[in-house]
């Protein structure tokens, strides 16, 4: 009886490179009596299955609403009459920025994993020192510097998809389907 093994990518090389192109098949490699077995598949998506709106999106955080807001920020700051007093700029994301206040716990909670001694010291919580042990515990080697899986590192996605959980009255979160990345930009370039 013949066994089948996973769907691997085929390099063709075009163009010097070695990643995918539109031109890659895959192949399925399988065994029986006879020796190994290849068959060539052709990709399942293709550029011209992706919805145009998708091909020409852009993300521009730092585009003309950002260059406008700065404008009016210099204006306001030279005396010129506005009916607001100052330009919060929402679009970013920057939370401090726009006068939030940081959490005091993601904060003693990123000391420690970055200098795991102060676990042993009294200048921390027991609750930030617990979640800080939960995570050097997920970390290769027990230390955040290690590489990690690239959508993140596992403790900290199954903590998100608690979070979310929680947040939304009970309805499932797929750790697995969680990316951490530093901001949304990256976040995009990403995907």
Same mark, same amino acid.
């Given at each position: 009886?013949? =066994?089948?093994?996973?769907?691997?990518?085929?390099?063709?090389?075009?163009?010097?490179? %070695?990643?995918?192109?539109?031109?890659?098949?895959?192949? &399925?490699?399988?065994?029986?009596? @006879?020796?190994?077995? *290849?068959?060539?598949?052709?990709?399942?998506?293709?550029?011209?299955?992706?919805?145009?709106?998708?091909?020409?999106? &852009?993300?521009?955080? +730092?585009?003309?609403?950002?260059? +406008?807001?700065?404008?009016?920020?210099?204006?306001?700051?030279? /005396?010129?009459?506005?009916?607001?007093? %100052?330009?919060?700029?929402?679009?970013? /994301? @920057?939370?401090?920025?726009?006068?939030?206040?940081?959490?005091?716990?993601?904060?003693?909670?990123? =000391?420690?994993?970055?200098?795991?001694? !102060?676990?042993?010291?009294?200048?921390?919580?027991? @609750?930030?020192?617990?979640?800080? +042990?939960?995570? !050097?515990? /997920?970390? +290769?080697?027990?230390?955040?510097?290690?590489?990690?899986?690239?959508?993140?590192?596992?403790?900290?996605?199954?903590?998100?998809?608690?979070?979310?959980?929680?947040?939304?009255?009970?309805?499932?979160?797929?750790?697995?389907?969680?990316? !951490?990345?530093?901001?949304?930009?990256?976040? *995009?370039?990403?995907?």
């Amino acid at each position: 009886m013949p =066994a089948t093994f996973t769907s691997c990518p085929t390099f063709n090389g075009i163009n010097g490179t %070695n990643g995918l192109s539109d031109s890659v098949e895959t192949s &399925s490699v399988s065994s029986d009596e @006879d020796g190994i077995i *290849i068959k060539p598949h052709k990709k399942v998506l293709t550029p011209e299955m992706v919805n145009e709106g998708i091909k020409i999106m &852009s993300y521009a955080v +730092r585009g003309p609403l950002m260059i +406008r807001a700065n404008e009016l920020e210099k204006e306001v700051a030279e /005396g010129v009459k506005k009916p607001f007093s %100052n330009v919060i700029k929402a679009n970013i /994301g @920057d939370a401090h920025a726009m006068g939030n206040k940081p959490i005091t716990f993601i904060r003693q909670v990123m =000391a420690i994993i970055t200098h795991p001694p !102060l676990l042993e010291t009294d200048a921390f919580p027991e @609750d930030a020192k617990s979640r800080a +042990r939960d995570i !050097l515990a /997920g970390c +290769r080697g027990g230390s955040v510097g290690s590489y990690s899986d690239s959508p993140g590192i596992e403790i900290i996605r199954r903590h998100v998809a608690s979070y979310i959980k929680e947040r939304d009255g009970g309805i499932e979160s797929d750790w697995k389907q969680i990316m !951490l990345c530093a901001g949304a930009s990256e976040g *995009i370039r990403g995907i």
